[in-house]
């Protein structure tokens, strides 16, 4: 069971910090619920104490598994299948999965795939889901905005960056 202040990360929508537990009359049922505040969005989301597992909650990641992941960026090796509609699921399904090497993998592969060329609309998509949600959680490991670790992602990519 998760406590109060716990700092969680739920998959497909980001990272945030538990506020309370509280019970609740949901289509005519009394539950109890995690009510868990988002810092990048500043809204309160519901999650059902009974479907945390089936929603792959997890804590966050803690200080040194954040620098194993930027670590993970600098790997130059990225394989990917060329044909678009193979790869935009196989992203889905990482970010689905709740892990952060995951996430990592379709930032840097969508982030070196626009370098080389424009993203479809549906990567576009992918590509920014991906980041909010790591990003909200590389906030509350790192006490980093947003433009910060957006300039530490993009050097662990592509290397040495200009902010002109």
Same mark, same amino acid.
């Not at 810092?39 to 040194?64: E, H, W």
């Given at each position: ?121 549906? @990567?576009?998509?992918?590509? @920014?889901?991906?980041? @909010? ?32």
């Amino acid at each position: 069971m998760l406590s109060i202040g716990e700092k969680i990360v739920y998959p497909m929508h980001g990272a945030g910090i538990i506020q309370s537990i509280e019970e609740k009359e949901v289509l005519g049922q009394k539950k109890k619920y995690y009510i868990m505040w988002m810092p990048n969005d500043n809204i309160n989301v519901m999650i059902p104490i009974d479907s945390v597992d089936d929603f792959k909650i997890r804590k966050i990641i803690s200080y040194s598994e954040y620098l194993n992941v930027i670590e993970k960026l600098k790997e130059t090796n990225v394989d990917e299948p060329d044909n678009w509609g193979v790869r935009y699921r196989n992203n889905v399904d990482k970010i689905k999965k709740g892990d952060v090497y995951d996430l990592a993998d379709v930032i840097k592969s969508l982030a070196i795939r626009e370098k080389k060329k424009s993203l479809s609309s549906g @990567e576009n998509k992918i590509y @920014e889901l991906a980041k @909010e949600i790591l990003f909200s959680e590389l906030k509350l490991v790192t006490g980093l905005n947003c433009q910060d670790i957006d300039s530490v992602i993009e050097e662990a990519i592509f290397g040495k960056v200009d902010n002109l």
